[in-house]
């Protein structure tokens, strides 16, 4: 067993070995300036209690097991052999003679979910071996805090498995007229990512820690340095270390009353009262201020992400005494990050279905890809549309190894650390597919298993057995999409050092021109069957004359065709028509299929078999001649990050193919469930059961039912049990008021960002709207805006495209485009791609363009640089 590790050693960095606090200083002092100190491990602390296993099970079971448990541990003397342990350690870290402080370091601290700051004890300004000990005895005992046991006990956390390392470090002695606090590399208050947020007070940064004590402001810059605002506060009073002998007077053991602490904090502090010309000056010159800025922007380049940093200034030097991530920020809800996942209100009951699923695969695959959890919500539903937490997507984009990638020699020295930090990166489609059967067999149980004669609880347990196998298989679901965006800013970050940014451009699309996914597959059986009708005239003739579900109607006359089709569909017909199980699928609403297939019959013979060997010589050809050009000992990795971009396109899309199967069996379960309300008298349309949302339909089924719980309690099956028609008549209201606010929502462009208006220009520059460029080209002709696929068949032969984003449903109508704009969506959106890939120029992200273009309106695109040009 290790007792103690000094900053520097290579273990310290784990969580599991030195707590959340420990692992995050031992990571800082590698180049930040983080004051000497070691770190007594979680294994001493299992070794310290291990006499005490017994007792504390006992007393796990009174009335007061916390406040019982830490006053065992506070009685049991340290080991006489960790003395000589704590002494060398000291030692070691520079620290004899001096003052330190005493920090816990739990190892739940840096938990998904979890925010244990300020749930366990630190003690300042303890000096001697023998103090040391008993203040991480005491550190041990606070692991046992009420506050603390009753946050595990809310968390869900076995109470017994919670460990606690503890932090030993040199105390930073900040005087009166000094200064310390805390900073935020970026403003978490204001949501405002290009400033540093710092709160400051005279004397030791406890004042500020702690909350209670007012302290001043200030704004940074984060570009230049400068101060953008500051609100000074009136600070009467400071708390400072005690000398040696004042310390020595408080008690004969030196530790002072009530586990070294009096009523002003730490026995070993004081505090001092400032003068009135003090109080209320800034606590920080503006140099000081800009100091402190950089110190926790260069905290954030060390950490990858965001920081929270403590820092003290001791003379003419600044510490830094803390670093955590920042997990929560003011959030702007925008349509920036959703409006191509949702482009179009979603119902209710979807939203709760999804939404847990979704923040779990977040999680899950923040933490696979070495990035901190977030701890607030990422999309909300407001009116009925999905909005994004622009703050956070800006908190989290673009992290990069940026520094292992700043150029040949730094990517050269840091080839063994992006083996071992994004080795991962190579596993995860392997371990994707690998359970992707398990899902499969899932979705094949549930798609079959009996209803009839099920209770209606019996059928919403069922609705929640697929919501969670959903859960489950999408957990990783998140990371592909992340990884393949971080794979295409790696690829391009390489090209651009090496070439000049157009060209890079140009050589990052020619790698990527072809590959080969499962959307293209689809859509190569949909031309096959277009030739099945291009060569039958009768056939063709026929469909022309009859669209929509007319054309339904009349395929049993072909059977060839029909036979075809009926494979095509019971193959991919789970592709969805829109995100919200509310809407068809393929299978349910053939006829859209059918559509697509009459206008492709209606063009010349696919020439894109041809077109498509030539970008994949084109592509293989350019491969070549990148690998070729790179520094030997590079060749492999550059191979390596082309071929992976190329990996994770194609899974991203097939990921999206093998998702949409779940809406098959929960549009079965739920409109199963929709007619047992039907029966009940609660609804009149199966379907309107979507406009409940989750909690008071899950509420009134186990009342009615009296036995069945998803949350794990049952309601009273005595004589407080309601009939099932009392205890669901309230979800009529539910539902008829929510489905009224949707249907107005289908009618109404959403705000952008909610809660703004627009103003005048946002997007706007001279003559032409700015969007995201797509694809590149340019084109002028009439728009066409489709709404929905109810639209495709009105669809003129070279019209430009306008519709808030697209998906594989639409593909049709992209053989027959000249252009494409989206209200949504960037480089990687299916829109972009497939325009890419038929060579039509397209420019995305172009707010509210299906309510500011009509159709028939003639507007001029540019592709390359992002622009649409009314005439």
Same mark, same amino acid.
């Given at each position: 067993?290790?007792?103690?590790?000094?900053?520097?050693?290579?273990?310290?960095?784990?969580?599991?070995?030195?707590?959340?606090?420990?692992?995050?200083?031992?990571?800082?002092?590698?180049?930040?300036?983080?004051?000497?100190?070691?770190?007594?491990?979680?294994?001493?602390?299992?070794?310290?209690?291990?006499?005490?296993?017994?007792?504390?099970?006992?007393?796990?079971?009174?009335?007061?097991?916390?406040?019982?448990?830490?006053?065992?541990?506070?009685?049991?003397?340290?080991?006489?052999?960790?003395?000589?342990?704590?002494?060398?350690?000291?030692?070691? $870290?520079?620290?004899?003679?001096?003052? &330190?402080?005493?920090?816990?370091?739990? *190892?739940? !601290?840096? +938990?998904?979910? @979890? /925010? =244990?700051?300020?749930?366990?004890?630190?003690?300042?300004?303890?000096?001697?071996?023998?103090?040391?000990?008993?203040?991480?005895?005491?550190?041990?005992?606070?692991?046992?805090?009420?506050?603390?046991?009753?946050?595990?006990?809310?968390?869900?956390?076995?109470?017994?498995?919670?460990?606690?390392?503890?932090?030993?470090?040199?105390?930073?002695?900040?005087?009166?007229?000094? $200064?310390?606090?805390?900073?935020?590399? &970026?403003?978490?208050?204001?949501?405002? *990512?290009? !400033?540093? +947020?710092?709160? @400051? /007070? =005279?004397?030791?940064?406890?004042?500020?820690?702690?909350?209670?004590?007012?302290?001043?402001?200030?704004?940074?810059?984060?570009?230049?340095?400068?101060?953008?605002?500051?609100?000074?506060?009136?600070?009467?009073?400071?708390?400072?270390?005690?000398?040696?002998?004042?310390?020595?007077?408080?008690?004969?053991?030196?530790?002072?009353?009530?586990?070294?602490?009096?009523?002003?904090?730490?026995?070993?502090?004081?505090? &001092?009262?400032?003068?009135?010309?003090?109080?209320?000056?800034?606590?920080?010159? @503006?140099?000081?201020?800009?100091?402190?800025?950089?110190?926790?922007?260069?905290?954030?380049?060390?950490?990858?992400?965001?920081?929270?940093?403590?820092?003290?200034?001791?003379?003419?030097?600044?510490?830094?005494?803390?670093?955590?991530?920042?997990?929560?920020?003011?959030?702007?809800?925008?349509?920036?990050?959703?409006?191509?996942?949702?482009?179009?209100?979603?119902?209710?009951?979807?939203?709760?279905?999804?939404?847990?699923?979704?923040?779990?695969?977040?999680?899950?695959?923040?933490?696979?890809?070495?990035?901190?959890?977030?701890?607030?919500?990422?999309?909300?539903?407001?009116?009925?549309?999905?909005?994004?937490?622009?703050?956070?997507?800006?908190?989290?984009?673009?992290?990069?190894?940026?520094?292992?990638?700043?150029?040949?020699?730094?990517?050269?020295?840091?080839?063994?650390?992006?083996?071992?930090?994004?080795?991962?990166?190579?596993?995860?489609?392997?371990?994707?597919?690998?359970?992707?059967?398990?899902?499969?067999?899932?979705?094949?149980?549930?798609?079959?298993?009996?209803?009839?004669?099920?209770?209606?609880?019996?059928?919403?347990?069922?609705?929640?057995?697929?919501?969670?196998?959903?859960?489950?298989?999408?957990?990783?679901?998140?990371?592909?999409?992340?990884?393949?965006?971080?794979?295409?800013?790696?690829?391009?970050?390489?090209?651009?050092?090496?070439?000049?940014?157009?060209?890079?451009?140009?050589?990052?699309?020619?790698?990527?021109?072809?590959?080969?996914?499962?959307?293209?597959?689809?859509?190569?059986?949909?031309?096959?069957?277009?030739?099945?009708?291009?060569?039958?005239?009768?056939?063709?003739?026929?469909?022309?004359?009859?669209?929509?579900?007319?054309?339904?109607?009349?395929?049993?006359?072909?059977?060839?065709?029909?036979?075809?089709?009926?494979?095509?569909?019971?193959?991919?017909?789970?592709?969805?028509?829109?995100?919200?199980?509310?809407?068809?699928?393929?299978?349910?609403?053939?006829?859209?299929?059918?559509?697509?297939?009459?206008?492709?019959?209606?063009?010349?013979?696919?020439?894109?078999?041809?077109?498509?060997?030539?970008?994949?010589?084109?592509?293989?050809?350019?491969?070549?001649?990148?690998?070729?050009?790179?520094?030997?000992?590079?060749?492999?990795?550059?191979?390596?990050?082309?071929?992976?971009?190329?990996?994770?396109?194609?899974?991203?899309?097939?990921?999206?193919?093998?998702?949409?199967?779940?809406?098959?069996?929960?549009?079965?379960?739920?409109?199963?469930?929709?007619?047992?309300?039907?029966?009940?008298?609660?609804?009149?349309?199966?379907?309107?059961?979507?406009?409940?949302?989750?909690?008071?339909?899950?509420?009134?089924?186990?009342?009615?039912?009296?036995?069945?719980?998803?949350?794990?309690?049952?309601?009273?099956?005595?004589?407080?049990?309601?009939?099932?028609?009392?205890?669901?008549?309230?979800?009529?209201?539910?539902?008829?008021?929510?489905?009224?606010?949707?249907?107005?929502?289908?009618?109404?462009?959403?705000?952008?960002?909610?809660?703004?208006?627009?103003?005048?220009?946002?997007?706007?520059?001279?003559?032409?709207?700015?969007?995201?460029?797509?694809?590149?080209?340019?084109?002028?002709?009439?728009?066409?805006?489709?709404?929905?696929?109810?639209?495709?068949?009105?669809?003129?032969?070279?019209?430009?495209?306008?519709?808030?984003?697209?998906?594989?449903?639409?593909?049709?109508?992209?053989?027959?485009?000249?252009?494409?704009?989206?209200?949504?969506?960037?480089?990687?959106?299916?829109?972009?791609?497939?325009?890419?890939?038929?060579?039509?120029?397209?420019?995305?992200?172009?707010?509210?363009?299906?309510?500011?273009?009509?159709?028939?309106?003639?507007?001029?695109?540019?592709?390359?640089?992002?622009?649409?040009?009314?005439?």
């Amino acid at each position: 067993m290790t007792l103690t590790l000094g900053f520097t050693d290579p273990l310290a960095t784990e969580l599991a070995t030195s707590g959340g606090k420990g692992a995050s200083l031992a990571k800082s002092a590698r180049n930040l300036p983080v004051p000497g100190g070691f770190i007594v491990t979680a294994d001493a602390y299992t070794q310290f209690v291990a006499p005490l296993q017994s007792r504390i099970s006992e007393l796990m079971d009174t009335d007061h097991p916390a406040e019982a448990i830490g006053d065992l541990i506070r009685r049991t003397p340290v080991p006489d052999a960790w003395l000589a342990d704590f002494a060398a350690a000291a030692q070691a $870290a520079g620290l004899n003679g001096k003052a &330190v402080a005493v920090r816990s370091s739990g *190892t739940m !601290e840096d +938990l998904p979910g @979890a /925010a =244990f700051a300020g749930q366990h004890d630190t003690y300042l300004g303890v000096r001697g071996t023998q103090s040391i000990a008993e203040a991480v005895r005491d550190c041990y005992a606070s692991l046992w805090n009420p506050h603390a046991f009753r946050y595990r006990q809310q968390l869900g956390v076995e109470q017994l498995e919670a460990k606690m390392a503890v932090v030993v470090q040199l105390m930073v002695a900040v005087g009166a007229e000094e $200064a310390a606090g805390v900073a935020f590399s &970026v403003d978490p208050v204001r949501g405002n *990512t290009d !400033e540093v +947020l710092i709160n @400051a /007070a =005279f004397g030791l940064g406890e004042t500020v820690v702690g909350g209670e004590e007012p302290v001043d402001e200030f704004r940074i810059a984060r570009a230049d340095g400068t101060q953008i605002a500051a609100e000074i506060a009136d600070k009467p009073k400071a708390l400072v270390m005690r000398e040696p002998a004042e310390a020595d007077d408080v008690d004969d053991d030196g530790r002072g009353d009530h586990n070294g602490q009096d009523e002003h904090g730490d026995a070993r502090t004081r505090e &001092v009262h400032l003068g009135d010309d003090q109080r209320t000056r800034p606590a920080l010159t @503006a140099e000081q201020a800009r100091t402190v800025a950089e110190l926790s922007v260069l905290a954030e380049d060390h950490f990858g992400f965001p920081q929270d940093i403590e820092w003290a200034f001791s003379g003419d030097d600044l510490f830094l005494l803390q670093s955590r991530p920042i997990t929560r920020v003011a959030p702007r809800w925008t349509r920036d990050e959703s409006a191509e996942r949702f482009p179009t209100p979603v119902t209710p009951l979807t939203w709760d279905l999804v939404e847990a699923g979704f923040h779990c695969s977040l999680n899950h695959s923040f933490d696979l890809m070495g990035l901190p959890p977030f701890d607030d919500k990422w999309f909300v539903m407001r009116d009925f549309y999905i909005y994004g937490n622009q703050t956070a997507v800006d908190l989290y984009a673009g992290r990069l190894p940026t520094k292992m990638l700043s150029s040949v020699e730094t990517i050269t020295e840091s080839l063994p650390e992006i083996a071992s930090q994004f080795g991962w990166v190579q596993e995860l489609p392997v371990r994707w597919m690998r359970d992707l059967d398990t899902y499969l067999m899932g979705i094949g149980k549930l798609s079959h298993e009996p209803l009839e004669d099920k209770s209606l609880a019996e059928v919403w347990k069922h609705v929640i057995a697929i919501s969670d196998l959903g859960t489950e298989y999408f957990r990783p679901n998140i990371a592909i999409s992340l990884t393949q965006q971080t794979l295409y800013g790696a690829l391009s970050h390489m090209l651009e050092m090496a070439l000049d940014k157009e060209t890079a451009r140009l050589v990052f699309e020619r790698l990527l021109a072809s590959t080969d996914t499962k959307t293209s597959q689809v859509n190569a059986e949909i031309w096959e069957l277009s030739r099945i009708v291009r060569g039958n005239p009768e056939l063709s003739s026929t469909l022309r004359s009859h669209t929509g579900e007319d054309g339904l109607a009349v395929l049993g006359d072909f059977p060839e065709f029909f036979n075809e089709f009926a494979t095509f569909l019971a193959k991919h017909g789970h592709r969805e028509l829109d995100f919200d199980a509310y809407h068809p699928t393929w299978v349910e609403a053939p006829h859209i299929v059918l559509d697509q297939v009459r206008l492709l019959a209606d063009r010349a013979e696919n020439a894109s078999a041809d077109s498509d060997l030539e970008r994949k010589v084109l592509q293989a050809e350019t491969e070549r001649a990148v690998v070729n050009a790179a520094p030997e000992k590079l060749r492999y990795l550059v191979q390596e990050v082309i071929r992976l971009a190329r990996s994770y396109t194609a899974l991203d899309d097939l990921e999206h193919y093998q998702t949409t199967r779940l809406t098959l069996p929960m549009r079965r379960a739920l409109r199963e469930l929709g007619q047992r309300l039907v029966d009940q008298g609660v609804l009149t349309d199966p379907m309107d059961v979507y406009f409940i949302d989750f909690e008071p339909l899950d509420a009134a089924i186990r009342a009615g039912d009296g036995q069945y719980s998803p949350a794990g309690d049952s309601a009273d099956p005595g004589n407080g049990q309601h009939s099932p028609a009392e205890a669901l008549a309230g979800l009529t209201a539910i539902a008829k008021k929510n489905k009224a606010g949707y249907q107005e929502a289908v009618e109404r462009t959403p705000e952008w960002e909610h809660g703004r208006a627009p103003e005048a220009g946002d997007d706007t520059d001279g003559d032409f709207i700015k969007g995201t460029a797509g694809s590149p080209g340019e084109v002028t002709g009439e728009v066409f805006v489709v709404h929905s696929p109810e639209d495709f068949s009105s669809f003129p032969d070279g019209a430009i495209l306008v519709a808030r984003t697209t998906n594989p449903a639409w593909t049709a109508l992209f053989y027959q485009a000249s252009g494409v704009i989206t209200e949504s969506g960037g480089a990687l959106s299916h829109g972009a791609v497939t325009a890419r890939e038929l060579g039509l120029p397209a420019v995305m992200a172009v707010r509210d363009a299906t309510s500011r273009f009509t159709s028939g309106q003639t507007v001029s695109v540019n592709g390359s640089n992002g622009t649409v040009t009314p005439s």
